[in-house]
Nanobody, 120 residues
Framework: EVQLVESGGGLVQPGGSLRLSCAAS????????MSWVRQAGGKGLEWVAS????????RFANSVKARFTISRDDAKNTLFLQMNSLKPEDTAEYYC?????????????WGQGTQVIVSS
């Protein structure tokens, strides 16, 4: 059974940093692309960042480019999202998402999410 468990969310002041983690199990993590998607209250889903199975291909939404970094540790089956220079508009539920391929153009499994609140 595929499981994706996010952690690391919380309350942070504007300009602060957080590191989200996603512990994956139930599949060969190193074979698949992974992504982070967020949803702010009352709004739709927003893709944030993706990484391919090699870790060498990454993409970011314009809204987070140069502030967020996505990475993976295949030995620990863990996906990360390092978020710096956080803004109130980054407040959202953040979801770890698995791709059915080595790339990240599709999604097939989602985690339960971790909440990030950016507020003074």
């Amino acid at each position: 059974e595929v499981q994706l468990v996010e952690s690391g969310g919380g309350l942070v002041q504007p300009g602060g940093s957080l590191r989200l983690s996603c512990a994956a199990s139930g599949f060969t993590f190193s074979n698949y692309g992974m992504s982070w998607v967020r949803q702010a209250g009352g709004k739709g889903l927003e893709w944030v960042a993706s990484i391919d199975s090699t870790g060498g291909g990454v993409r970011f939404a314009n809204s987070v480019k140069a502030r967020f970094t996505i990475s993976r540790d295949d030995a620990k089956n863990t996906l990360f999202l390092q978020m710096n220079s956080l803004k109130p508009e980054d407040t959202a539920e953040y979801y770890c998402v698995k791709s059915p391929t080595r790339w990240f153009n599709e999604f097939d499994y989602w985690g339960q999410g971790t909440q990030v609140i950016v507020s003074s």
